[in-house]
């Protein structure tokens, strides 16, 4: 009962297959084919590690040995190590809970929003963003930890009968509520990366000739057979994990933000903080991002997936959302002036003008002056400057941190309480300890895991690779 | 699953050969088991004619577990269980206790709905996946027709298969 099909419609259909688009820009060049995506992102996870590779290793390994150390000394000797006093209670280890917090904002803002948004030029830097996104939050979740001075302890933080007592958490604490949002961040981006990261390792697996990675790639890839009815699933879970995602990110730095604005000290009680935080850690993660993604696409000639096209638009997020958080300075000290409140207009003052002045202009320059470069568009497609300028954006937005953290502190009611921070070697030291930790984890992810989500690159390859001429 | 044990693939290169070639496939009153790709393809679906998987609806039950939970458990901690003063506060007030009852909401969803997922489609560690095709975890779409399900002939079948611009088409036996 065959029914006899007409050639006619075969032979139009497979010459309508070309619908590449003339005007768009593609977002895979080279003339990339499936089979390629395939060669070109698994070449680095067969292949032995480079030379640069393990020279990156070597650093990153070093700077986790050196801040190692000063961690340990911290945890030996307390918290008395740092530069803390009486009057600036928080400083170094609060500024970059929130500047790798903010770093990670970037990863789910392209893995999830830009998914919502249907931008498919995410599909090529997601899946490092959201690797940057997890080891960033680790990095993050550090610095809490380690300020409680007494670790082993750090469990108090949960929901669990004391020991000493029935006592419970504070409900009414934005610290508390830090402690959920931060936990369910990592682990809704872990899961969501995760899963993403199923059809690949199938193909690795599928690739794999020795034993070891056979096994261990057949692990990792939960018994994938790209079966049609999963894939269907799978588009679905992704879908509704990028809209619990959306406001989940946005939750996370505004519950952060809160931690300040729900406060009563002048430079803290503002209500912009929650807008503002979140721009400004989606402007820090981005230029973290480029950082990251310029150094990777270079070491393992990913051109032809992360383009200048890539890069240009993720500058583009850069001027929208650094103009964001230029205006959102500028409304605070409007709304300090035009509140008519003494201590509010002092702690800007003081900002701008006080002992601290030199933190001020750095963020202002960095955060403010230097993104606007990028309206050239020459700037914004040179590598070299996205790159310097993506290091300057995350320098000026840890002195943002800086800057609100310890110049709203350091003049307390009292005048005789006033005092100055300085940084003890063990401040640097554990911020250090990050670094190395984060590069670590980065590199390990290069070398094992792919870096481009290859299951939705190749779902491009047709609408979006320019083929050889 | 025991049963079926010889299939006929077909492979092809293209998705839409693919997409077009499962609709005259199963025009021709033929069954397609299922269909394996490298990446999820556009429509494939509405073709195969699956119904629409009802994952948000356990997406959206985890949430409102999570959601009534995470209430249940701030009410009770700081209104009856211990409660303490803290500021002069209110024991039990509605917004001060959003920000944990939105996290845990979010957190059970997505972990329920993933749960979910890796249980209906049997995805689990070490578990040894039924590949009817080493590429298909690289660049070919499989079509895998199995003779059990189906009362015409291998042959006519195949002849089916062949007149959908598949690329080869292969014999498969567990």
Redesign the interface.
């Known amino acids: 009962?065959?029914?006899p099909?007409d050639e006619v419609?075969?032979k139009e259909?497979?010459q309508n297959?070309e619908y590449v688009s003339v005007i768009r820009e593609p977002l895979v060049t080279g003339g990339k084919?499936?089979?390629d995506v395939?060669e070109d992102i698994c070449r680095q996870v067969e292949g032995k590690p480079t030379l640069s590779w393990m020279l990156a290793m070597a650093m990153s390994l070093g700077t986790l040995g050196i801040g190692a150390y000063c961690v340990f000394m911290l945890l030996w000797e307390g918290i008395g190590v740092w530069g803390l006093n009486k009057t600036v209670g928080w400083a170094w280890d609060i500024t970059n809970f929130v500047w790798w917090v903010g770093i990670g904002h970037a990863g789910t803002l392209i893995s999830a929003i830009l998914l919502l948004f249907r931008q498919k030029w995410r599909m090529s830097i997601n899946r490092a963003a959201e690797a940057m996104t997890i080891f960033a939050v680790i990095c993050a979740a550090m610095f809490p930890g380690l300020h409680m001075g007494r670790i082993w302890m750090a469990f108090w933080v949960l929901?669990l009968p004391n020991t000493f007592?029935?006592?419970?958490?504070?409900?009414?604490s934005?610290l508390?509520?830090d402690v959920?949002?931060i936990s369910?961040y990592f682990?809704?981006s872990l899961?969501?990366w995760y899963?993403g990261l199923?059809?690949d390792f199938?193909?690795i697996?599928?690739?794999a000739k020795n034993k070891i990675s056979q096994a261990v790639y057949?692990?990792?890839?939960?018994?994938?057979?790209?079966?049609?009815?999963?894939?269907?699933?799978?588009?679905?879970?992704a879908l509704?994990?990028a809209g619990?995602?959306t406001?989940?990110v946005l939750?996370v730095h505004t519950?952060v933000s809160?931690d300040f604005a729900t406060s009563v000290i002048p430079g803290w009680h503002t209500t912009i903080f929650p807008p503002y935080f979140v721009a400004g850690a989606i402007f820090s993660g981005f230029a973290m991002v480029l950082t990251l993604m310029i150094i990777t696409r270079k070491t393992f000639k990913l051109e032809d997936y992360i383009t200048i096209g890539h890069i240009e638009l993720m500058n583009i997020v850069i001027i929208i959302t650094g103009s964001i958080v230029g205006i959102a300075y500028i409304t605070e000290f409007f709304i300090a002036w035009y509140s008519g409140v003494e201590a509010e207009q002092y702690a800007f003052l003081n900002r701008m003008t006080g002992p601290y002045w030199w933190a001020y202009w750095t963020m202002m320059t960095c955060n403010v002056i230097s993104p606007q470069l990028f309206w050239f568009r020459k700037i914004r497609t040179n590598i070299a400057a996205t790159f310097i300028l993506s290091i300057v954006v995350n320098i000026g937005m840890w002195f943002e941190r800086f800057v609100i953290i310890v110049t709203s502190l350091h003049r307390d009611y009292l005048p005789s309480s006033w005092a100055m921070f300085y940084p003890t070697i063990y401040d640097v030291g554990v911020y250090v300890f990050t670094f190395g930790l984060f590069g670590t984890a980065f590199l390990l992810f290069t070398k094992f895991f792919p870096v481009i989500n290859m299951?939705?690159v190749?779902?491009i390859i047709?609408t979006s690779s320019r083929k050889a001429s | 699953m025991e049963k079926n044990k010889n299939f006929i693939l077909g492979i092809y290169d293209d998705e839409d050969i693919l997409l077009s070639a499962i609709k005259k496939v199963r025009q021709s009153g033929v069954k397609i088991q299922e269909v394996y790709s490298p990446f999820p393809v556009h429509g494939i679906d509405e073709a195969l004619g699956y119904k629409r998987t009802r994952l948000p609806i356990a997406a959206f039950m985890f949430g409102m577990l999570g959601c009534t939970l995470a209430l249940t458990m701030q009410i009770w901690m700081s209104g009856a269980d211990w409660p303490m003063i803290i500021g002069g506060k209110d024991f039990v007030s509605l917004p001060p206790f959003v920000p944990v009852t939105f996290e845990l909401t979010v957190l059970l969803s997505a972990l329920g709905m993933v749960a979910t997922f890796m249980i209906v489609s049997d995805l689990k560690p070490y578990k040894k996946p039924r590949l009817m095709d080493i590429r298909i975890t690289d660049d070919k779409h499989v079509m895998a027709i199995d003779l059990a399900n189906n009362e015409l002939e291998k042959e006519d079948i195949k002849k089916i298969v062949k007149e959908t611009s598949a690329e080869e088409i292969n014999d498969k036996n567990f």
């Open positions: 009962m065959a029914i099909l419609v075969v259909e497979k297959l084919t499936v089979h395939t929901p007592g029935s006592l419970w958490v504070n409900f009414n934005p508390l509520w959920f949002a369910t682990t809704v899961v969501f899963i199923i059809p199938a193909s697996r599928d690739r057949g692990a990792l890839s939960f018994g994938w057979d790209g079966a049609a009815k999963t894939w269907m699933r799978y588009e679905s879970v509704i994990l619990l995602a406001p989940l939750s519950i809160f299951a939705e190749k779902s047709k």
